[in-house]
Each structure stands twice: as C-alpha cells, then as structure tokens.
C-alpha cells in the first residue's frame, strides 16, 4: 500500500463513492481507501451514481473518471450540480488535457488528477474535499439552526429584531411600532432568549449570516 496512512476515524463515517467504468481500477481504489479507513461505494457509471444518489448528510467526496460511457463525468458533474449536491467532486483521468480540466475547475471540481495516482496524493486531495465538505455542512448546519430561531419569532418580535439589528434606538422602535420602549425592551429581551444570544454584536452577526440586513425592513419605513 506504499505506505499510506491511515485516516483518524474517530472523527466519525468518511464516505468516498468511486465512479469508473474500470472494474479494476474501482477494486484497487477501493481497497486503497478501505485501508485508510474511508467507506467506499463503487459505481460503473454516472446513471449508476444517479440510480443511488448519494445523500450529503455524511462528510464525503466522488472520485470520478473523466472518460466513461454514457453520461460522461463533466456532465454528471453538470447534472449533480443542478440536483442539488454538496458532495466535493475530484476528477480522475489518463488522458488530461487542459480545457477539460479548467472546464470542471471553474464548475466547482475540488481537484484534477491523473491515472495512476500515487496513494498520498490520493489520499490528501480526498482529506481536503472531505474537510471541505464537513465545514459547508457544518455551516448549513449552524445556518438551519438560525432560521429556526427566527421562524419561532412572533410578528411583532420580528420587526423588532430587523429594526434592532440595523441598528435602532429602542425608543425609535417604540416611535416605528406605535408602543412604549418598555413593551420594546421586553420584545428585545425575548428575541435574545429565542435567538440564543447575550449581545446586540452576536444578534446583528446572525443576522447578517441569514442575509436580513440584505433586505429592505418594510417597518423601518414608518419611522
């Protein structure tokens, strides 16, 4: 196995699916990662990645062959794309050629190699896309959290959070919203306990995170 390592597992499931249309060349891949502790799926070809779509829930990557019947690897590229896939894409060919590869660089492949690829260059560009991997989902994660905080927000504890975030007195909340500032403090008070924050800095970051602050504040214009 030339001396490849093997990878931390403790970091839980790491799952590479293998697209090529070469039986022995996905054995080979396949066992070399099995030995580094990856989990590994196999596919003869793009329909057959796309019959069994891989889900994104676990950190993972596809290795796939530029060259293989059927939909070739740029297209099903092209088609994971449009379904939705987060998963890192490395490409893996033996016939590189140039526009090919800045082809699938610019729509977002996480690497380029060509056949036959030494197990620590292998196994490095899969840790990356991996790590990548994780931290997006990790992100999108932390993201849904946020929405949902949001979402449990009443109407009126909404505007008050948008006008707070942009950065509104209370007692100009009060005047925006008709009430007093002391009905506006306890507004504030239960946007922070909802949003799970203990500074006006923390609650403008988030919102800047889910984009609220990109939005025109409809309330805001009754001030």
């Known amino acids: 196995m030339d001396g490849s390592k093997a990878v931390d597992v403790g970091a839980g499931p790491r799952f590479v699916h293998i697209v090529d249309d070469d039986a022995s060349f ?3 891949m396949e066992r070399r990662l ?54 890192p894409i490395i ?9 090919t ?5 610019k729509a977002g492949a996480e690497d380029f190699l060509t056949k036959p690829v030494p197990s620590d260059k292998l196994l490095q560009a899969v ?8 931290t997006s989902r990790d992100l999108q994660n932390k993201l849904e959290v946020v929405r949902a905080c949001i979402a449990a927000l009443t109407p009126r504890e909404r505007e008050v959070f948008e006008l707070v975030v942009r950065g509104a ?9 008709g009430c007093t500032e002391r009905t506006i403090k306890a507004h504030r008070h239960r946007v922070m306990e909802k ?5 006006l800095a923390e609650l403008v970051s988030i919102a800047e995170r889910v984009g609220v602050l ?10």
């Open 169 to 177: 007195p209370n007692k100009h909340v009060a005047r925006a919203l």
């Open 26 to 28: 996905r054995t080979a």
């Open 195 to 199: 949003m799970q924050v203990r500074s």
């Open 34 to 87: 099995k030995h580094a502790g990856y989990e590994v799926a196999t596919y003869a070809s793009a329909e057959h990645l796309l019959d069994r779509l891989p889900s994104d829930s676990v950190p993972g990557c596809i290795l796939l062959d530029v060259r293989i019947p059927g939909l070739s690897g740029p297209e099903l590229q092209e088609r994971l794309s449009a379904l939705g896939s987060t998963l």
């Open 101 to 105: 590869t800045v082809r699938t660089i």
């Open 91 to 99: 490409f893996l060919t033996g016939y590189p050629d140039v526009r």
């Open 214 to 223: 990109g939005k025109a504040s409809g309330t805001q214009q009754t001030a």
């Open 127 to 134: 840790e990356r896309a991996i790590a990548r991997h994780r």
